[in-house]
């Protein structure tokens, strides 16, 4: 097997609440790992600590622990200077499009600036690589005297894309690139990342709490509770299968396009609100609003293992070689 | 708009004025303490001296006064503020105990012992005022970087591998210029009137130089038997100060990108 594009082991992020003396456990031992052109989903609520495993990956903000490997280099400790040449690499593309760009730069100025600042390109060639890049998000040549203010968000979000694969990156972080768009303009945006990542075959780690989003995109998604991963593996099978009941509750919680399906589906609505991850419950986190839970699972925290599939690890004492719970069919 | 006419007025006024009046320093023997007229179009002052001519000249040392003192506010400040709020953790805390310390003192206090340390003199008003103005120019400075250096897009920037002279040069403080002019043009009225107060102390401009302190404090002796002496200086004061906070009021409803986008 190659070496992962990007690996990610053990990652733990604390932020310290001050004056109390508690941290928040916003990223609480994560491990993941994405290969060559390959696109990991990374699904869960708002507050499950996905963003921050984003924005370790590119050290924007400093891991508490664990080690984040680039192509096999390990980048968890590399000096901010050390860093910029691999920079070239990894990109992100931002949620919020409307605080993504600099708002007194010019759309050409945004994308030629990586450029720049790698030494790629210069003169003349700068300004190829700009139109042929702005071409391929679907921009006009036009678009490149325009200030951010003057587009739509959409069109702002495609110059972040524009900006984020200029270099050709091998891995671009994607953190909820169309949530913060209008639907009709979602689809559009979603699909030219797909095309994108098939013409420039980028891995990519996808950020969403969009499940539609991660099936039509993803290869591979982790489902995330509290800060942790509580199951993973190819979308297809967990989609087809979700054995955590957490999985299980969210998957059922999307709605079905097919009305006659969706008349006849179970809903499983979960009780309560997620804990607060300054403290986190015993166990295993998700026993609060597991309706199967048993007493194991509140002192003992399951391991994320693959205990029937080899490639899909569960994080849930309840799946076992012969048995896999099932909320969805209880009332 | 009133804003920028009366401050483009008294800008024309400092400029233009003293080529047109007579030497503010030339005296007229016969003629001290003479009430308006035809020669002496705002009357005389009790050496004889030309109340219009100095007027118009102290507009020149009174804006000159604000104006630099600003100016040289700014030059210190927003890079004491910029580096202190993106070096959050290591510089921060230093620096806004110290514009704590001064912001302490009330301005006008700070600016008359500073000038009572300094001397008297145009010079040292200057430097007294901008001193006593660093502090909120550091502060609002460091406001904004807090804020700025929290967007996306300088995530981007850093993702990229942007050093920090340039995050904090292209990327943070051009997004904080337009709070920074609106901050310097609402200073200036502040340190117009500081200079008054510290020319009018006897701590500013001396006189036989005229800034608009030196000739109110003159006039003061003479309020009874020649209250136009006192009437002008107030009012170009007044007018000037009210002025600059217009012009600061329109600019900010122009600059402010959250009400023009």
Same mark, same amino acid.
Not at chain 1, 290 to 295: R, T
Not at chain 2, 111 to 123: C, N, Q, T
């Given at each position: 097997m190659t070496t992962p594009v990007l690996e990610v082991k053990d990652l733990v992020k604390h932020y310290h609440v001050r004056?109390?003396?508690? /941290?928040?456990?916003?990223?609480?031992?994560v491990s993941l790992s994405i290969g060559q052109g390959e696109v990991l989903g990374l699904v869960g609520e708002s507050g499950s600590g996905k963003s921050t495993i984003g924005k370790c990956v590119l050290r924007l903000t400093e891991p508490t622990a664990g080690s984040v490997h680039l192509s096999g280099r390990? @980048?968890?400790?590399?000096s901010r200077r050390a860093l910029r040449p691999l920079r070239r690499d990894v990109h992100m593309v931002f949620q919020d499009p409307y605080s993504s760009?600099?708002? %007194?730069?010019?759309v050409g100025q945004i994308v030629a600036e990586p450029l720049r600042r790698h030494g790629v390109a210069r003169g003349a060639q700068v300004d190829e690589r700009v139109r042929e890049m702005l071409e391929r998000v679907g921009?006009?040549?036009?678009?490149?005297?325009? %200030?951010?203010?003057?587009?739509?968000g959409g069109q702002r979000q495609r110059v972040g894309l524009a900006r984020a694969l200029v270099l050709e990156p091998k891995l671009v972080v994607a953190?909820?690139?169309?949530?913060?768009?209008?639907v009709s303009v979602q689809a559009s945006v979603l699909n030219l990342v797909a095309d994108l990542q098939r013409d420039m075959g980028f891995s990519c780690l996808f950020i969403t709490h969009d499940l539609s989003v991660v099936e039509f995109l993803a290869d591979r998604i982790a489902v995330m509770y509290l800060g942790q991963i509580v199951e993973t593996g190819p979308t297809k099978k967990i989609f087809a299968e979700p054995q955590h009941p957490y999985t299980q509750a969210l998957l059922s919680a999307a709605p079905e396009p097919d009305p006659a399906r969706q008349r006849e589906r179970r809903r499983v609505v979960l009780a309560?609100?997620?804990?607060s991850p300054l403290d986190p419950p015993s166990g295993c986190r998700f026993h609060t609003r597991c309706?199967? /839970?048993?007493?194991t699972c509140r002192t003992e925290e399951p391991a994320l @293992?693959?205990?029937?599939?080899?490639e899909r690890p569960v994080a849930?004492?309840?799946?076992t070689a012969t048995e896999v719970p099932d909320i969805t069919g209880r009332d | 708009m009133v804003g920028l006419v009366l401050v483009a007025g008294f800008l024309v006024l400092a400029i233009v004025g003293p080529l047109l009046t007579?030497? #503010?320093?030339?005296?007229d023997y016969t003629a001290?303490?003479?009430? #308006?007229?035809?020669?002496?179009l705002l009357g005389t002052d009790d050496l004889g001296r030309d109340a219009l001519a100095r007027v118009a000249y102290g507009a020149r040392v009174s804006l000159e006064a604000g104006v630099l003192s600003v100016l040289l506010a700014m030059v210190v400040g927003v890079p004491i503020g910029l580096v202190a709020g993106y070096y959050r953790r290591l510089l921060d805390p230093v620096v806004m105990r110290l514009v704590d310390v001064v912001l302490a003192f009330p301005f006008l206090i700070f600016a008359v012992g500073m000038a009572a340390i300094l001397g008297p003199s145009l010079r040292n008003v200057i430097i007294a005022l901008s001193v006593s103005l660093l502090p909120g120019i550091v502060r609002v400075t460091r406001g904004e970087v807090l804020v700025l250096r929290e967007l996306d897009y300088v995530a981007a920037a850093v993702a990229d591998g942007a050093g920090d002279g340039r995050i904090m040069f292209r990327y943070v403080l051009p997004g904080a210029t337009s709070t920074l002019i609106v901050q310097a043009t609402v200073g200036i009225p502040t340190a117009i009137i500081g200079e008054a107060t510290l020319s009018f102390l006897g701590l500013g401009v001396q006189p036989p130089t005229p800034s608009w302190g030196v000739v109110l404090t003159a006039a003061q002796q003479f309020l009874d038997q020649a209250p136009w002496l006192a009437i002008w200086p107030g009012v170009m004061i007044a007018l000037s100060t009210l002025g600059f906070n217009l012009l600061g009021d329109g600019l900010r409803d122009v600059l402010d990108p959250r009400s023009s986008r």
């Amino acid at each position: 097997m190659t070496t992962p594009v990007l690996e990610v082991k053990d990652l733990v992020k604390h932020y310290h609440v001050r004056g109390r003396g508690q /941290a928040v456990r916003a990223v609480d031992g994560v491990s993941l790992s994405i290969g060559q052109g390959e696109v990991l989903g990374l699904v869960g609520e708002s507050g499950s600590g996905k963003s921050t495993i984003g924005k370790c990956v590119l050290r924007l903000t400093e891991p508490t622990a664990g080690s984040v490997h680039l192509s096999g280099r390990d @980048i968890t400790h590399l000096s901010r200077r050390a860093l910029r040449p691999l920079r070239r690499d990894v990109h992100m593309v931002f949620q919020d499009p409307y605080s993504s760009l600099n708002p %007194r730069f010019t759309v050409g100025q945004i994308v030629a600036e990586p450029l720049r600042r790698h030494g790629v390109a210069r003169g003349a060639q700068v300004d190829e690589r700009v139109r042929e890049m702005l071409e391929r998000v679907g921009l006009g040549a036009e678009m490149r005297g325009r %200030r951010p203010h003057e587009l739509s968000g959409g069109q702002r979000q495609r110059v972040g894309l524009a900006r984020a694969l200029v270099l050709e990156p091998k891995l671009v972080v994607a953190d909820e690139p169309v949530s913060a768009l209008d639907v009709s303009v979602q689809a559009s945006v979603l699909n030219l990342v797909a095309d994108l990542q098939r013409d420039m075959g980028f891995s990519c780690l996808f950020i969403t709490h969009d499940l539609s989003v991660v099936e039509f995109l993803a290869d591979r998604i982790a489902v995330m509770y509290l800060g942790q991963i509580v199951e993973t593996g190819p979308t297809k099978k967990i989609f087809a299968e979700p054995q955590h009941p957490y999985t299980q509750a969210l998957l059922s919680a999307a709605p079905e396009p097919d009305p006659a399906r969706q008349r006849e589906r179970r809903r499983v609505v979960l009780a309560g609100e997620v804990p607060s991850p300054l403290d986190p419950p015993s166990g295993c986190r998700f026993h609060t609003r597991c309706p199967v /839970a048993v007493d194991t699972c509140r002192t003992e925290e399951p391991a994320l @293992i693959g205990v029937r599939d080899e490639e899909r690890p569960v994080a849930c004492h309840l799946v076992t070689a012969t048995e896999v719970p099932d909320i969805t069919g209880r009332d | 708009m009133v804003g920028l006419v009366l401050v483009a007025g008294f800008l024309v006024l400092a400029i233009v004025g003293p080529l047109l009046t007579a030497d #503010p320093a030339a005296q007229d023997y016969t003629a001290p303490l003479a009430p #308006p007229s035809g020669a002496h179009l705002l009357g005389t002052d009790d050496l004889g001296r030309d109340a219009l001519a100095r007027v118009a000249y102290g507009a020149r040392v009174s804006l000159e006064a604000g104006v630099l003192s600003v100016l040289l506010a700014m030059v210190v400040g927003v890079p004491i503020g910029l580096v202190a709020g993106y070096y959050r953790r290591l510089l921060d805390p230093v620096v806004m105990r110290l514009v704590d310390v001064v912001l302490a003192f009330p301005f006008l206090i700070f600016a008359v012992g500073m000038a009572a340390i300094l001397g008297p003199s145009l010079r040292n008003v200057i430097i007294a005022l901008s001193v006593s103005l660093l502090p909120g120019i550091v502060r609002v400075t460091r406001g904004e970087v807090l804020v700025l250096r929290e967007l996306d897009y300088v995530a981007a920037a850093v993702a990229d591998g942007a050093g920090d002279g340039r995050i904090m040069f292209r990327y943070v403080l051009p997004g904080a210029t337009s709070t920074l002019i609106v901050q310097a043009t609402v200073g200036i009225p502040t340190a117009i009137i500081g200079e008054a107060t510290l020319s009018f102390l006897g701590l500013g401009v001396q006189p036989p130089t005229p800034s608009w302190g030196v000739v109110l404090t003159a006039a003061q002796q003479f309020l009874d038997q020649a209250p136009w002496l006192a009437i002008w200086p107030g009012v170009m004061i007044a007018l000037s100060t009210l002025g600059f906070n217009l012009l600061g009021d329109g600019l900010r409803d122009v600059l402010d990108p959250r009400s023009s986008r």
